[in-house]
């Protein structure tokens, strides 16, 4: 089990997620940014902005998920 950050997945405060692969990592993030979408959260919404703008790019989400992957797998796991 790993614990990351909201920050750390790429978003923009301190909620803390666990899980155990980062498939499941992903999806927690995934539904906390639609959370804070849905609150209209300013911070998100500017993370979700800079994301909008990377997809943009052909096969820069890709890159970005690969590198999220990385630093999920290099993270420690929780004691």
């Known amino acids: 089990m790993k614990t990351m950050t909201c920050k750390q ?6 909620e803390t997620f666990s899980a155990e692969t980062f498939e499941e990592m992903a999806e ?8 804070m979408f849905q609150k209209q959260d300013a911070a998100h919404l500017a993370i979700m902005e800079e994301m909008k703008t990377l997809m943009e790019k052909p ?16 993270h420690p796991d929780d004691e």
């Open 9 to 14: 997945m790429g978003g923009a405060c301190d």
């Open 28 to 35: 927690l993030s995934k539904a906390h940014g639609m959370e």
């Open 59 to 74: 096969g820069a989400l890709e890159e970005y998920m690969a590198n999220k992957r990385r630093e999920f797998e290099a």
